[in-house]
Nanobody, 114 residues
Framework: QVQLVESGGGLVQVGDSLRLSCASS????????MGWYRQAPDKQRELVAS???????NYLDSVKGRFTISRDNAKNTVYLQMNSLKPEDTAVYYC????????WGQGTQVTVSS
């Protein structure tokens, strides 16, 4: 099964930045659309950003202009640069392929303190 390993989360202040990384063991990473998701307490998981094999990107409206998704196919890694963080960005962040692999990674916690 494909393994997804997220990292880079932490506790930050409002307005700070973080860069999340997700390493995939998938053999066909370069031809997959990849996405970053987040799940806040008592809320459903939501798709935050996605990037196609040709690097076309899409974003949740609430993060447009603040978050940037990118990928390095040589490293089988997808990134999420998060700037101007807000308390409402607090969540566990996950990456996955679109459509999703059945097995999710452990995620990485992002906490934005005001």
């Amino acid at each position: 099964q494909v393994q997804l390993v997220e990292s880079g989360g932490g506790l930050v202040q409002v307005g700070d930045s973080l860069r999340l990384s997700c390493a995939s063991s998938g053999k066909f990473f370069s031809i997959n659309t990849m996405g970053w998701y987040r799940q806040a307490p008592d809320k459903q998981r939501e798709l935050v950003a996605s990037i196609t094999p040709d690097k076309t990107t899409n974003y949740l409206d609430s993060v447009k202009g603040r978050f940037t998704i990118s990928r390095d196919n040589a490293k089988n890694t997808v990134y999420l640069q998060m700037n101007s963080l807000k308390p409402e960005d607090t969540a566990v962040y996950y990456c996955n392929r679109l459509p999703n692999y059945p097995r999710w990674g452990q995620g990485t916690q992002v906490t934005v303190s005001s």
